[in-house]
């Protein structure tokens, strides 16, 4: 994400570049990131993009605004998606939206795809922060079927990024951290086995347990460099 571009979060929402065979959109345009929803129901997913350190320019009311989006959904059911963009001030009033979609079925003509839509704008002066917002409606069927992708917020300045303050730290230091390596036995066969190993058992009772921590490989001695290194600990 660079100063110029900013692109809704994906979060909660499953990603993936396939749809099941049945509810694939037949479409020219190469998705990359499709956003959909599985279970039935209504859903939201929201980004706040944070524009106030170009606040001055903004101010002279000469900051345009692209959103842009492929929005569709599933056959003939009207299952959509609806995305939005909201201009807060800084103390979070709106002062103007402007809305994509929702692409219904009947703009599909009872398709399966995704239809491009777009909006542009000046953003209103005193705009702070850009509530994106996109909202999944289910109709019918087994699971929502509304479909997003290529998202993309795009201001005509360049914003800088924020400047982050963290807050002091009020967690004291570690003297010592002492790390005891237990191998050649399966988690299973000790966590819970109070009978034969009661000790451990007792420990873990009383403190925490990493329950998604792996192992990274076989043998065991990449496993006592891999937790040291500053790459990813999350396996
Ligand atoms: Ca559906």
Known sequence: MDHHRRRAE????R?????????????SHPRQELLR?????????????????????IDTGQVGYHLSGWLGGYASQN????????FLD????TLGTTTLGPVTNTDRANTTKLLSRTASGNLPTRTRTIKVALAF?????????????DLSLTLSTPVPAPVLSPPPSTVPRYDHVFVVYMENEN???????TAQAPHINKLANANTVLTQSYATSHPSDPNYVW??????CTG
């Open 10 to 13: 994906r979060g909660v929402l």
């Open 90 to 93: 800084g103390s979070g009033h």
């Open 79 to 86: 299952d959509r998606v609806t995305l939005s963009g909201t």
């Open 227 to 232: 937790p040291w290194q500053r790459a990813d």
């Open 187 to 193: 988690y299973k066969d000790i966590i819970g086995n």
């Open 15 to 27: 990603r993936g570049r396939r749809l099941p065979d049945q509810e694939r959109p037949r479409t």
């Open 137 to 149: 409606t289910w109709s019918g069927g087994s699971t929502t079927d509304g479909y997003a992708d």
């Open 37 to 57: 929803r599985r279970a039935t129901g209504n859903a939201g997913l929201n980004q706040n993009v944070d524009v106030s350190s170009t606040a001055s320019v």
